[in-house]
């Protein structure tokens, strides 16, 4: 089964979702886009591995992880981790600095810090503490786990972002 298959089960132990949900939620630790993940569905739903639970307005399907779906995913959940893949723009621009005048690796650094304060602020949003969780706590903590790193991870572009400033302004005048 593929990674995304996997991931895609994952999103569903907490809570039965859309499509479009599962969309929504993988972006906290996942680039997929709709043409990826309505295939794995079908697929996933063809394994009996999820199951459609509702359509409550008689387009959108409801997915739900069935036993046989939790059974699948247990092995891979402590399987050893690949390393994370990353693709980041920004920093291969960063790299080709040199071409461009000092003001113009401000605005890139500026733009940066402003992406991830506007993530930040989202991410800060959709953060519940651990001693609010209630009833469901064990499902729930797993989504406050990812949802507090991005939120550090956030914090720390920030954090590099104003050094990045400094240094421009200190080395490159």
């Given at each position: 089964?593929?990674?995304?298959?996997?991931?895609?089960?994952?999103m569903l132990v907490r809570k039965s979702l859309s499509g479009q949900e599962i969309k929504q939620y993988l972006?906290?630790?996942?680039?997929?886009?709709?043409?990826?993940?309505?295939?794995?569905?079908?697929?996933?739903?063809?394994?009996?591995?999820?199951?459609?639970?509702?359509?409550?307005?008689?387009?959108?399907?409801?997915?739900?992880?069935?036993?046989?779906?939790?059974?699948?995913?247990?092995?891979?959940?402590?399987?050893?981790?690949?390393?994370?893949?990353?693709?980041?723009?920004?920093?291969?621009?960063?790299?080709?600095?040199?071409?461009?005048?000092?003001?113009?690796?401000?605005?890139?650094?500026?733009?940066?810090?402003?992406?991830?304060?506007?993530?930040?602020?989202?991410?800060?949003?959709?953060?519940?503490?651990?001693?609010?969780?209630?009833?469901?706590?064990?499902?729930?903590?797993?989504?406050?786990?990812?949802?507090?790193?991005?939120?550090?991870?956030?914090?720390?572009?920030?954090?590099?972002?104003?050094?990045?400033?400094?240094?421009?302004?200190?080395?490159?005048?």
């Amino acid at each position: 089964m593929s990674t995304i298959s996997y991931v895609v089960l994952a999103m569903l132990v907490r809570k039965s979702l859309s499509g479009q949900e599962i969309k929504q939620y993988l972006q906290l630790f996942w680039e997929a886009h709709h043409s990826q993940i309505y295939p794995v569905l079908k697929k996933l739903r063809s394994e009996g591995l999820i199951e459609i639970v509702d359509t409550p307005d008689g387009k959108t399907k409801i997915y739900a992880i069935t036993e046989a779906g939790k059974v699948s995913l247990k092995p891979w959940i402590l399987e050893e981790n690949k390393p994370p893949t990353q693709k980041d723009e920004f920093l291969a621009k960063l790299y080709a600095l040199s071409l461009i005048d000092d003001s113009q690796v401000q605005h890139l650094i500026d733009n940066r810090k402003i992406y991830y304060l506007n993530l930040l602020e989202k991410y800060q949003r959709l953060y519940v503490p651990v001693e609010e969780l209630g009833e469901n706590r064990k499902k729930e903590f797993s989504r406050m786990l990812v949802i507090n790193r991005k939120i550090r991870l956030c914090k720390e572009e920030v954090v590099w972002c104003e050094w990045a400033r400094e240094q421009i302004e200190a080395y490159l005048r």
